[in-house]
């Protein structure tokens, strides 16, 4: 089944902490997204990606970097410099970017927790 | 002002009735339009993509009106399953890749 996976679903990290959220597609897609959600809000962009080896900060990049070595692959690390890392994580990837190549779709996302 | 603005609800409607979503933008230069549904604590799955010429996919109607910058997003035959938050979706790239997500709009059907 062609799909994105996240792993964890849930994660539970001590303050000061650094922690790397798993992303993988199969889709073949280009481009790859990284959003948080926070309660009662729209997603806000983080990174986005749209070929190997190259990112953007997305609106929020603070205290948050990635990588995107491989097509499939685009792990997030939640820094300690992240004021508020408490969150929503949604990967998302599309074909690439213009028109209907914007579709983004979405994995299950990781619910992270800082304490 | 925000870049996306929906209205939060929440709509409660009864089983079968019609229900429409509007959402405005900011931004004139906006490309690519959609509609994403989001369940509670779930991920958001696109529900359809907004063209100019407005587009239907069985119960589901989407609108653009460039114009006016909004776009809209009718229900018919509301199911109970359609019970989920409506989040629209706007894309643009002027150098620079841009998505803005609207905060979304609650919708409860009620049997």
């Known amino acids: 089944d062609g799909g994105i996976t996240q792993s964890p679903k849930y994660l539970f990290r001590k303050e000061g902490q650094n922690v790397t959220l798993s992303c993988e597609q199969n889709l073949n897609h280009d481009a790859m997204y990284w959003y948080r959600q926070d309660p009662g809000q729209g997603l806000r962009l983080i990174y986005y990606?749209?070929?190997?080896?190259?990112?953007q900060k997305g609106d929020i990049a603070e205290g948050y970097s990635v990588s995107r070595e491989k097509k499939e692959s685009f792990p997030l690390t939640v820094t300690s410099a992240q004021k508020n890392p408490t969150a929503f994580y949604l990967c998302?990837?599309?074909?690439?970017?213009?028109?209907?190549?914007?579709?983004?779709?979405f994995g299950p996302g990781t619910r992270l927790t800082v304490t | 002002r925000k870049e996306v603005e929906q209205d939060p609800g929440p709509f409660n409607v009864p089983e079968g009735a019609t229900v429409a979503f509007n959402c405005t933008y900011s931004n004139s230069a906006s490309q690519s339009f959609f509609w994403y549904r989001q369940d509670c604590r779930k991920e958001p799955k696109l529900l359809m993509s907004v063209y100019s010429s407005g587009n239907e996919d069985g119960r589901f109607t989407a609108q653009l009106n460039r114009a006016s910058q909004y776009i809209s997003l009718l229900i018919r035959d509301s199911k109970l399953s359609d019970s989920a938050t409506y989040l629209c979706v706007v894309s643009l790239n002027t150098g620079g890749f841009k998505t803005i997500f609207g905060a979304g709009t609650r919708l409860f059907v009620k049997a």
């Open positions: 998302a990837s599309s074909e690439g970017t213009g028109g209907r190549l914007y579709e983004q779709y």
């Open positions: 990606s749209q070929i190997v080896n190259d990112f």
